[in-house]
């Protein structure tokens, strides 16, 4: 676990923050409700202590070459692994194509990139940066805005403490949830450097700016792998703390634009999450409107392959399910096969597609909840789609905390300063993860979070037990497997027209295929038809 009471001690500067501690802190580790110690005197308690991520190593800089430790701030660059690098300047992972740089050394290829090149500018100068080929600079231009950037442990660990203040005093916090939050547990993003939209993206820039002659078969293509099953997917350590914030009153509400269903499986209450696209364990009436939860993955996916090949090769082999109906907004199917218990309307799914519009009760309810709030806490999203996105600013008064390692266009409102010079919320570069353990370690007492920590193979066994199939069996077709859309269906970011980052509405064949023989056996083990 990290040890953050100490790595954020050793900071060698002067503290950048007025007052104590956080009220829980207490640094005997005995779980007192504790007092306010000044972190002077922490410092010169602590300051000695050696600390192991600061001589931690990350691999060497692709530009310097010189080794980077845990007290660099670093970025992570990453291009399409078809282009042959010969002649490249900077050093990239064979088989990922990502390259490791110290910040100073990638903000000097920012800057490069930024310059208009002369010969003579060129053949004089004997830096590195300046003797890039075209065909790099063209490529790193395209890649620069999804650049991964990572904070060093000691600025994580001093923002961790001014988001802990400002939980403490704020009266009504939110957190506004993304695909970030879930990528460890095994579902990929949407816009990191080697995410769903990512790659779509690169296979453009490689197919406009690179050569035939230039890519190479060596790693592949730009497209992602077959991915896993929904129902194996468990709330990671980000989940279960937010859960944990809301029984302890830290934070009011939850706004998500993820439709992976683990906010619910950690245990947070319908009552206090909106799930702005859906929920792939949810199904509707579309009839009564009556909701059902599952334990299992609703979508049909196979009708909704099948509207797809039809709008792009004009024809299918794919035999089309009986109860399937095509969508007029987003061309798929939402029908899942089942049948209301209450009226006998047919089932959709919950999930916004490309082309649908939100459900206007769960909107207004996350704009009120929005409205109110005076702490917006921003995990894991670029916060690029709209309108969902216009969430974090909807009350203008706020405190703005947002934790992602790509850049955002809100970094700037997170950043500003209020009328004292302290920064009005706090901007941080890491993992959710990472940034939700230091701050439990700063508002728990030690005891109460050891016990906590302890209990999530508890946890997990009541999460596999409500993900296991019982009497509801989802049909033959439906297809569970967490991969990307197919990029031609993207969605544009304007008021009406909306993407679920869950989704997933076309895999190959022969996935579908194996997929449909376990579903098959595992309904012959239930004597079901």
């Not at 096969?337 to 206007?360: A, E, P, Q, T």
């Not at 859309?485 to 194996?514: F, G, V």
């Amino acid at each position: 676990r990290i040890q953050i009471l100490f790595e954020i001690m050793a900071s060698p500067r002067s503290s950048p923050y007025k007052g104590g501690m956080p009220k829980n802190y207490d640094s005997s580790g005995s779980g007192s409700e504790a007092d306010s110690m000044s972190l002077t005197l922490v410092e010169k308690k602590l300051r000695s202590t050696t600390l192991s991520t600061r001589s931690q190593v990350f691999g060497k800089c692709s530009l310097c070459k010189s080794v980077i430790t845990g007290e660099s701030r670093r970025v992570q660059i990453a291009i399409p692994t078809t282009i042959n690098k010969k002649g490249f300047v900077l050093d990239y992972t064979s088989d990922s194509g990502v390259a490791k740089l110290h910040s100073h050394c990638w903000r000097s290829i920012e800057n490069e990139l930024k310059r208009r090149r002369t010969r003579r500018y060129v053949e004089e100068d004997d830096d590195p940066v300046k003797k890039m080929g075209s065909m790099e600079r063209n490529i790193l231009k395209e890649v620069a805005d999804i650049a991964e950037y990572q904070d060093t442990m000691v600025r994580v660990g001093w923002e961790a403490i001014r988001i802990a203040r400002l939980l403490q005093s704020s009266k009504h916090c939110i957190v506004f949830t993304g695909a970030g939050i879930s990528t460890a547990a095994g579902i990929g993003d949407y816009r990191g450097i080697s995410g769903k939209w990512t790659l779509n993206d690169l296979n453009d820039v490689v197919n406009e700016l690179v050569p035939h002659s230039e890519k190479t078969n060596e790693g592949g293509s730009c497209t992602e792998g077959d991915g896993i099953d929904y129902e194996k997917l468990r709330p990671t350590y980000t989940h279960e703390a937010l859960k944990l914030l809301l029984d302890r009153g830290f934070v009011k509400f939850i706004v998500t634009q993820n439709g992976d269903g683990l906010h619910r499986l950690s245990g947070v209450s319908k009552d206090k999450i909106a799930q702005l696209h859906g929920n792939v364990f949810e199904e509707v009436c579309e009839k009564c409107g009556q909701r059902f939860e599952r334990n299992f993955y609703t979508l049909d996916d196979t009708a909704g392959e099948y509207y797809e090949e039809i709008e792009d090769n004009g024809r299918s082999n794919i035999i089309l399910p009986r109860h399937a109906k095509q969508c007029k907004r987003c061309g798929l199917n939402h029908r899942t096969g089942r049948k209301c218990v209450s009226c006998g309307g047919h089932l959709i799914d919950s999930i916004i597609n490309f082309g649908d519009h939100l459900h206007d009760s769960i909107m207004s309810r996350a704009t009120a909840e929005a409205q109110k709030a005076d702490l917006v806490i921003s995990l894991g999203t670029t916060m690029a789609v709209t309108p969902a996105n216009s969430l974090v600013t909807a009350n203008k008064d706020s405190h703005l905390v947002i934790c992602n390692r790509q850049k955002t266009d809100f970094d700037g409102i997170a950043q500003r300063l209020n009328d004292t010079g302290d920064k009005h919320g706090s901007r941080v570069f890491t993992d959710c993860d990472v940034l939700m353990e230091c701050v439990l370690r700063l508002l728990l007492n030690t005891n109460s979070l050891i016990e906590w920590e302890g209990a999530r193979r508890l946890r997990m066994k009541e999460y596999d037990s409500r993900r296991s199939y019982g009497i509801d069996v989802p049909p033959a077709s439906t297809r569970r497997v967490v991969r990307s859309r197919n990029a031609s269906k993207k969605a544009s970011s304007s008021t009406n027209t909306l993407y679920c980052n869950t989704s997933n509405k076309k895999a190959d064949k022969n996935s579908a295929k194996r997929t449909k023989n376990s579903i098959t056996t595992k309904a012959k083990k239930f004597k079901i038809k």
